[in-house]
């Protein structure tokens, strides 16, 4: 029993073994596994990158919504001070028409009222001339005696 030359060969064999694993097996196998690693990390970054863009766009988003209501809040703002103005605006027009109508009116009135005392002074001569005449039982001349007439008129 060669004991001995088996331990031998088989520490041989053994370390032929090693040395093949060492040389061909396992530079693959490691740049595997450094591939692997690498992809692991590459993943996770992206994954922590993703959740930084997450946190910075809802930033954004709550930044651009204040920003969109506080716009509109200033439109609105501007949409009542402009309501305001236009409604204040029609008062002054409506107050300042109705004070023109109400001119024009009184106006109106005045010409008819004088319009009314100049046919009544005529009226008023006609009856006296007509009057007088009866009276005198002669017809009176309303041209010699116009300048008496104008004068009654005037004095009534």
């Known amino acids: 029993m060669n004991f001995n030359l088996t331990l031998i060969m088989q520490a041989a064999a053994f370390t032929a073994f090693i040395w093949f694993c060492a040389r061909v097996i396992w530079p693959p196998l490691m740049r595997a596994i450094a591939t692997r690693q690498k992809q692991i990390a590459d993943g996770l970054a992206a994954g922590e990158q993703g959740r930084k863009d997450l946190a910075n766009a809802a930033k954004r988003e709550a930044e651009i919504l204040a920003d969109a209501k506080a716009k509109s809040a200033e439109i609105v ?3 009542e001070r402009f309501k305001a103005a236009t409604i204040e605006q029609s008062k002054l ?3 300042a028409e109705g004070e023109r109508i109400l001119a024009a009116a009184k106006a109106e009135i005045e010409q008819e009222v004088a319009r ?7 009226a008023v001569a006609d009856l006296a001339v007509t009057g007088a005449s009866k009276i005198l ?5 309303l041209k010699v005696h116009a300048e008496l007439l104008a004068q009654l008129k005037r004095e009534l």
């Open 77 to 79: 703002a501007t949409g």
């Open 137 to 141: 039982k002669k017809d009176v001349d």
């Open 116 to 122: 009314a005392k100049e046919q009544l002074r005529d």
């Open 93 to 95: 027009e409506a107050k």
